[in-house]
């Protein structure tokens, strides 16, 4: 059974950077696209981006300027990085797996981390 | 942006009713419309795929529907752990986007 965990600080000061690893357990991280999905308390969903196992990403335009995903096969992880964050940054984030193939298949999103709360706040 | 909106925004039932929920997408994604069901304080589960396809282990009581810009999530049969806040997301394009969200409450 595939598992998603995500880690890091649950509190980030203003103006300094976030930073989350998702590992993936339980499967390979291989031929998936990996993502970051976001959630403000008591709000809805919004996509942050994702990054292929071989690298490629793709990025939300209102976010692209601060965002950077990065892969770690070897340790079957992923990261993400949001610099000079604001307390509009404050929210649940959550990892995703998301599968599409060149013949036009795709399933979205079917394993999610539990999600982590990070608090922008001095 | 694609932008998704969802409607009722929240809506009452009882454990048996049958639910609808719609979905307007603001230009054509064709059939790449998902569903997703949240639970308070879970992760987001995914329902359906592509409109129509139900994932693997969700009841059969879900159903999706639609194409172009207008879709459906059906509850044939309102459960208690139905209870939640029901999202539609496209797949068409990049930025993937989701719609307000949909309270199912008793």
């Known amino acids: 059974q595939v598992q998603l965990q995500e880690s890091g600080p649950g509190l980030v000061k203003p103006s300094e950077t976030l930073s989350l690893t998702c590992t993936v357990s339980?499967?390979?991280?291989?031929?998936?696209?990996w993502t970051w999905i976001r959630q403000p308390p008591g709000k809805g969903l919004e996509w942050i981006g994702y990054?292929?196992?071989?690298?490629?990403?793709n990025y939300n335009p209102s976010l692209k300027s601060r965002v950077t995903i990065s892969v770690d096969t070897s340790k079957n992880h992923f990261s993400l990085k949001l610099t000079s964050v604001t307390a509009a940054d404050t929210a649940v984030y959550y990892c995703?797996?998301?599968?599409?193939?060149?013949?036009?298949?795709?399933?979205?999103?079917?394993?999610w981390g539990q999600g982590t709360l990070v608090t922008v706040s001095s | 942006d694609i932008q998704m909106t969802q409607s009722p925004s929240s809506l009452s039932a009882s454990v048996g009713d049958r639910v609808s929920i719609t979905c307007r997408a603001s230009?054509?994604?064709?059939?790449?419309l998902n569903w997703f069901r949240q639970k308070a304080g879970k992760a987001p589960k995914l329902l359906i795929y592509?409109?129509?396809s139900l994932q693997s282990g969700v009841p059969s009581r879900f159903s999706g529907s639609g194409s172009g810009t207008d879709f459906t999530l059906t509850i044939s049969s309102l459960q208690p752990e139905d209870f939640a806040t029901y999202y539609c997301?496209?797949?068409?394009?990049?930025?993937?986007?989701f719609g307000q969200g949909t309270k199912v409450e008793i």
């Open positions: 995703a797996r998301y599968y599409y193939d060149s013949g036009g298949y795709y399933l979205p999103f079917d394993y």
């Open positions: 339980g499967g390979s991280i291989s031929s998936y696209y």
């Open positions: 990054i292929y196992y071989s690298g490629s990403t």
């Open positions: 230009q054509s994604i064709s059939s790449y």
């Open positions: 592509a409109a129509s």
């Open positions: 997301q496209q797949s068409y394009s990049t930025p993937w986007t």
